[in-house]
T-cell receptor, first 112, second 112 residues
């Protein structure tokens, strides 16, 4: 069975600092990988996705993620965080037929 | 473009009552699914559908029923509500496997 682990429940960074959110997955083959963001009281919005090819994926809002097969990881990064990035971030893996498994999420707090 | 529409947005039920959460999408998506979100648990898949007339169970299907009579609609039925079903429910749809998943805005359900 597929699974996703987000080891950091809560992260605090200063505005302008760099950010890395960790994600490890478990799946037998090459999966589809996603990062979603959720603002309070809202649904989820896709930041970026990886299917195949280039292991560094660019997304919206200046985010990027790198797929590392050897480490079963798909970490999300941003060079300079803005206050509006404060939200909860979910990593997800799809094994097919839209059977998507989400991680437990990482809440990002941005301090001035 | 309405996207994915869920109703109701808020609902309070008494233990043992039944109800239906409605979900409709206007993007002609084949894949639809229901998730529940609980604090610290991420999103967990309840049921999903890969097309009209085809449904399957996800990770936490007990106590819920679904049907997919049309491409547009995917209602979620709570048969006999229990306090453990207090949660936020999200309906989602996508064009096909590996494509962006679009989420509704959520339905907040409280069972007392």
């Amino acid at each position: 069975a597929q699974s996703v682990t987000q080891p950091d429940i809560h992260i605090t960074v200063s505005e302008g600092a760099s950010l890395e959110l960790r994600c490890n997955y478990s799946y037998g083959a090459t999966p589809y990988l996603f990062w979603y963001v959720q603002s309070p009281g809202q649904g989820l919005q896709l930041l970026l996705k990886y299917f195949s090819g280039d292991t560094l994926v660019q997304g919206i809002k200046g985010f990027e993620a790198e797929f590392k097969r050897s480490q079963s990881s798909f970490n999300l990064r941003k060079p300079s965080v803005h206050w509006s990035d404060a939200a909860e971030y979910f990593c997800a893996v799809e094994g097919g037929y839209q059977k998507v498994t989400f991680g437990t999420g990482t809440k990002l707090q941005v301090i001035p | 473009n309405a996207g994915v529409t869920q109703t109701p947005k808020f609902q309070v039920l008494k233990t043992g009552q039944s109800m239906t959460l409605q979900c409709a999408q206007d993007m002609n998506h084949e894949y639809m699914s229901w998730y529940r979100q609980d604090p610290g648990m991420g999103l967990r898949l309840i049921h999903y559908s890969v097309g009209a007339g085809i449904t399957d169970q996800g990770e936490v299907p007990n106590g819920y029923n679904v049907s997919r009579s049309t491409t547009e609609d995917f209602p979620l039925r709570l048969l006999s509500a229990a306090p453990s079903q207090t949660s936020v429910y999200f309906c989602a749809s996508s064009l096909s496997s590996g494509n962006t998943i679009y989420f509704g805005e959520g339905s907040w359900l409280t069972v007392v």
